[in-house]
Nanobody
Framework: QVRLVESGGGLVQAGGSLRLSCAAS????????MGWYRQAPGKQRELVAT???????NYADSVKGRFTISRDNAKNTVYLQMNSLKVEDTAVYYC???????????????WGQGTQVTVSS
């Protein structure tokens, strides 16, 4: 099994910054894609940003130019630097990873437990 542990959430004023981290551990053979999703109260979970092992990046339009995703493959860790935060960025942020536990194992998706980000006006 693969376990994802997030950290770095909290309360910040609008215009401020936060950095989220997510470390993967367990029976990891390879991780192809890592990313961040978020879910605000009463809304569906939505993609924030993803990074593939070849460094291909993808961002939601709402965070482009403000958020930066990066990855340390040696540590199986993904980061999300969030700048110029807005009230509408308030949500629970979930780490996501797609990977394999063995060379013949199927590609599986894993989720972290979520970390709260609250942006006050």
């Amino acid at each position: 099994q693969v376990r994802l542990v997030e950290s770095g959430g909290g309360l910040v004023q609008a215009g401020g910054s936060l950095r989220l981290s997510c470390a993967a551990s367990g029976s990891i053979f390879s991780i192809d894609r890592m990313g961040w999703y978020r879910q605000a109260p009463g809304k569906q979970r939505e993609l924030v940003a993803t990074i593939i092992s070849d460094r291909t990046l993808n961002y939601a339009d709402s965070v482009k130019g403000r958020f930066t995703i990066s990855r340390d493959n040696a540590k199986n860790t993904v980061y999300l630097q969030m700048n110029s935060l807005k009230v509408e960025d308030t949500a629970v942020y979930y780490c996501n990873a797609e990977g394999r536990t063995g060379i013949l194992s199927p590609l599986s998706m894993y989720w972290g437990q979520g970390t709260q980000v609250t942006v006050s006006s």
